[in-house]
């Protein structure tokens, strides 16, 4: 099940650039990227530290697509 | 995922290594026979033909750092437009050529210190300190370009400890590439040292190599692994185990 993100909308929606919100979290603009293209999944810790950003939850920002009942 | 070779397969490929294998020994028995000579002086001729070649084995590192500085060039013109991610992404990419080129020169340069050993002692030294200082210094610029792109990012390659604070100012991501790449390196020379093991024993059976090169050639590899073990014992039963 592939970890998708709505991290380029919530980052335009506070009027970040990539470089900013990579200061905020202890990232590089380079894994922001990676983390906005779905080709690098975040630790828990770091994708704690970008929902407090944003003031969401983890799961607002990050969520499982095909995610099947368990 | 890549599927599991089914038991044919692996017999197969092994087969082919055996035959592959048989075919070079097979080979290197038609050379040595074709030599007409003794094994020691046909190594001589062979030793002397490299030496032959003097200075021009700095010829390629050279190359290489043409095209390392052509790439840290095209690098920094992009750096000012950088705020946009395409333009971002060249940028960083073409400093990431710069410093392949740049550092596989700096290890081809010592190489070619080696093998120029019997050139005059005069231009190979001259050449030697010439492609060092350029390799130093292209990457020395081309680390203060990515440092543009990554303000985060600490460390100086005049430092001898730059590799330490390079990886420290890496994020879990970088960090995380970092494993994979040393993994991968790992993974082949452990098929390259048992290679020239193997070939140095055969050469060594001809007395075409002394012993010191297969006792230097087995010290790297036991480093290699000794290293590789007791990192992994100590990460996960010693002092130093990850929380």
Redesign the interface.
Known sequence: MPLENRLKEFRAAGGL???EL??LV??????I???ERGD?N??I??ALKIARVFGKSVEEVFYLTGEEEV | MKAERTKKQIAIRFLLVIAVCALLGAGAGLVRLKAGTSAMEWMAGFEHLLAGFGPWWYLPGAVLLVLSTGYYLAGKRQLPHTEAEEEFQTADRLLELSMVFSNIASVYAIVAMALSYFAPIGPSVLLLIVEVAWTVTIQSKTINAIKVLYPEKRGSVWDTKFSKDWYSSCDEAEQQLIGQYCYRTFLIMNSVYPVAMVLLALLALFDMVTPFACFLVGLLWLIQQTVYMVTAHQKEHGKARQR
Do not use: M
């Open positions: 650039n990539q470089q990579g200061s202890g990232a590089s603009r380079q894994t990227s990676l983390i690098y975040p630790s810790t770091l």
